[in-house]
């Protein structure tokens, strides 16, 4: 019987005597029903070996696991490897030679559990490797990532699905530890799985006290932080909202005699992270001041308290947050912060991912205006569309989504890079790439630059010089690397469209309508944050057990006792907090002033207030006006849409252009400015 298989291997590998909640259900599943399914467990509820279990039962074919951190998939590895489970990660940190043995293992047969990110679905030498496999079993971590109804969406998660049936995967199984009925619903109808392929535990934890405090300032909240981590019994994880605030916040508690306070945000470079969590993960009573960038993957049963100085921005990312403490099942401390101004700011950031109708216009114009290449696809350089039109990465991914699946104007198809660097493994290997006499050979050798050990071939460039198919040149050097000729590494990738039988509209006016429709999707989006905001506001306020509520908010409202759970603000009090978030701060008209000083442009209201609130951009970083100026930031704690008012007024005086030369050239829909994209913002980042 295969699920006594399954028990055996839980022993064995992993030395559990049995299973809990209902893995054993959720497996069968898998491998006596061949199903797909979804698991749906809180942080910690042991959703990692609802697969990779079933990976190690299954005779032939992998385990593909699709991970959206990096980190995550080198702690699961890690893990998986001591107990000599043959498994590996395939991501950009690897080395040559070690992304060279992970492939070689994977095509051998003998890889058991390969674990990458989702955007490699999409590199086509992967996708040509996998091709040449069978799938057993595909496993997506972080499944509520494909839903648009949930507060973590990501476009790239969108084709997992279809690379499902593409490569004809043999199961599926969906996991994530936040999911709303909505957002279940979205899963199933993607990866086809059936009412009773879906496996849940409830959201209640009643070894957990989830309690509200109300405090206006930093100090205020200090006086009440400060003593509950005097008096803790084991760690604590104090969040924060922007990388500034971790810094401040742990500054601010050593001051006031607590030792060995640790810092973790985003920011930090990748060796202090890791120290920070392999110190954290240590301590019998260790305290970490963090953005949300901290607790994926961190696995620590005896985490005591679990503090929000700031108000999170959902309650998917509350419930996950507050789900790392007390996993041993001992009484554990989650406390909430409510203050007026930290909405303020929570509310300005739902606003930053909007860009401006006529960025998407002239963003639109390219697209549609673009020449098929010599396969008929389209195909671009998204960083450069982000610099040029400033717009972020991730909201120009979904705009391209929007195309293909509101639209049906294209398909995203396999990306492609430009530049392979290619080095010969050794002298008999350089020989068998020189005996090679195909065509696309030929061309490769007569056109790439020898650099002495290696070579770098712009494929694109080659294909153009001498009209040989981009796409068979990438298959040779492919070629080479599977037959382990060569090692390659590909950089400068180009996103890849199909134009489907519904072409892009090429008139002004049918560009313009289409722009309309994504500024107004932008601006949805922008209220759909702001409702999360307020969710979480009723659940900290409401007269009703905290709880409850949320187990309410996530389809689960019969899991906590009638009476309540006997710990949280309302139970032991008998009322919600009492808060209102309505601090009205009047614009300053002379930090206004002093922005439109530093910033000369005036063709874009958002712009502006972006710089004044602290929301970076790829233009402000070209403008210089982003994250090293003194400026930047300086009226965070403004209501962002009076920010907005008070610079549309200001533009509007002088016709929307520039008061003086700008420091770039003036954009217009035939000439746009560039500069680099992202930063490392310490002031107006989140994670």
Known sequence: MAMDRARQVLKDVFGFPSFRLSQEAAIAQLIERNDNALVVYPTGGGKSLCYQVPALCLDSGITLVISPLISLMKDQVDVLVQRNVKAASLDSTLSMDSASWVKAEVLSGSMKILYVAPERLNNEGFVQMMSQVKIALLAVDEAHCISQWGSSFRPEYLKIARFCEEQDVERVLCLTATATPAVVDDICKSFLIKKEGVFRTPVFRPNLSLRVEVAETLN?????????????????IVYVTLQKHAEDVAESLMARGLQDVLVYHAGLPAPKRQEVQETFMKSDNGIVCCTIAFGMGIDKANIRQVIHLF?????ENYSQEVGRAGRDGLRSDCIMFLAAADMQILQGFCHGDTCTKRDLQLWLQEVALKALSSDGTLDFNLYEQSKTY???????????????LDYGFLRAITPFYSIYEITPRGSDERANIFK?????????????RDKGNKFEANVVEIAAQTGEDRNDLAKTINRWEFSGYV???????????????NPLPKTSDGIEKIADELFAGMRKREEDGVAKLRHVLELATDDDCLP???????????????????FCTFCTTGQGATFSPNLVVQVDKKQISAILQACHERDDPRLLARMAFGITSPRLTALKCSTNH?????MVNTDFNALLTAFDAECSKVGYQGTLPPPVPKRTYSQTTTGRGGSSNKRGRRY
Request: proline share 7%.
């Open 436 to 448: 090679d006499q195909t065509k696309a050979a030929v061309t490769l050798r007569r056109c790439w």
């Open 630 to 634: 003194p400026l930047f930031g300086s």
């Open 487 to 501: 090692q390659t590494r590909p950089s400068q990738v180009r996103s890849r469209y199909a134009v489907l039988k």
């Open 220 to 236: 205020k909240k200090l006086d009440i932080l400060v003593p509950l981590l005097q008096s803790r019994t084991g760690p604590s």
């Open 390 to 404: 400033d717009i972020r990465s991730n909201v120009l991914n979904l705009c391209y989504a929007q195309l293909e």
């Open 548 to 566: 409850r509520n949320l187990s309410k908010y996530f389809g689960g409202e019969d899991t906590v006792p009638e009476d309540g759970c006997g």
């Open 311 to 315: 108000m999170p921005k959902t309650l």
